[in-house]
């Protein structure tokens, strides 16, 4: 059985590659910003996309999405603007979240969630 961090990194290996494969371009993995960490921050026609991922293995106990609470998503807007003060990028941005779950079959499903939050919600 996997850990925990090995989940979370398969997760965010096949997010990447999944990003990647859809024209997204990669330009950050794992940012940290004080005690929050922005798993992948990616640019796609003139956007920025900050990416949470989530894996699980199974639906047993629920999707990996859902456990994006409001305090999370709080902590990532607090993240995201010190990366945007820091890099001066004044165009649109995006929240995205990368639900990565692994089956009894060994594959696995990816489910993207464009827009999944707005800042300041």
């Known amino acids: 059985m ?7 990194r398969r997760g965010e290996k096949i997010a990447c590659r999944y990003l990647e494969e859809k024209g997204y371009r990669i330009l950050e993995r794992n940012w940290r910003f ?10 796609w026609k003139g956007i920025l996309i900050f990416a949470e991922v989530k894996s699980r293995i199974g639906h047993r106990y629920g999707y ?6 409001w305090q999370k998503q709080k902590h990532l807007q607090r993240a995201s603007s010190a990366y945007l003060a820091r890099a001066k990028f004044q165009e649109e941005i995006r929240f995205d979240i ?6 009894a079959d060994g594959t696995h499903e990816v489910y993207h969630i464009e827009d999944a939050f707005f800042p300041g919600l």
Request: net charge negative; charged share 20%.
């Open 34 to 43: 004080r005690h929050t960490e922005i798993d992948l921050i990616a640019s």
């Open 98 to 103: 990368i639900s990565i779950t692994f089956l």
């Open 64 to 69: 990996p999405e859902e456990s994006v609470t």
């Open 2 to 8: 996997a850990t925990h961090h090995e989940l979370g």
